[in-house]
């Protein structure tokens, strides 16, 4: 599967729309009134944010890959979970920044 710059400016936009979560994953978190151990709220936000780009990042892939007839094969699979990984590892300094901001 050939991923574009058009696809990694995709990735890059779902990125965005995840650390614009930021804010709701603190007020989830901290409006529970449940004694839950979190040792690391900063981290437990950073795994959201990861969790949703993952997600949305892993279905865009998929169906870019169905859009284009491409087979569904593990090269395949894998290659586009690199590209999503490679444009969050990118992006880990701003998105801890985001975090801390709020």
Request: charged letters at 25%; proline letters at 2%; aromatic letters at 8%.
């Amino acid at each position: 599967m050939e991923i574009t710059e058009e696809d990694r400016n995709e990735l890059k936009n779902l990125l965005s729309i995840a650390t614009s979560q930021i804010p709701r994953y603190f007020n989830l978190l901290n409006s529970t009134k449940e004694n839950w151990q979190i040792k690391n709220i900063n981290e437990c936000v950073f795994g959201m944010v990861f969790e949703k780009y993952i997600h949305d990042s892993g279905q865009y892939m998929s169906n870019k890959s169905i859009d284009e007839n491409q087979p569904n094969s593990i090269e395949n699979t894998m290659e586009a979970y690199d590209a999503g990984i490679d444009v969050f590892g990118d992006n880990v300094a701003e998105i801890k920044r985001k975090i801390q901001e709020n």
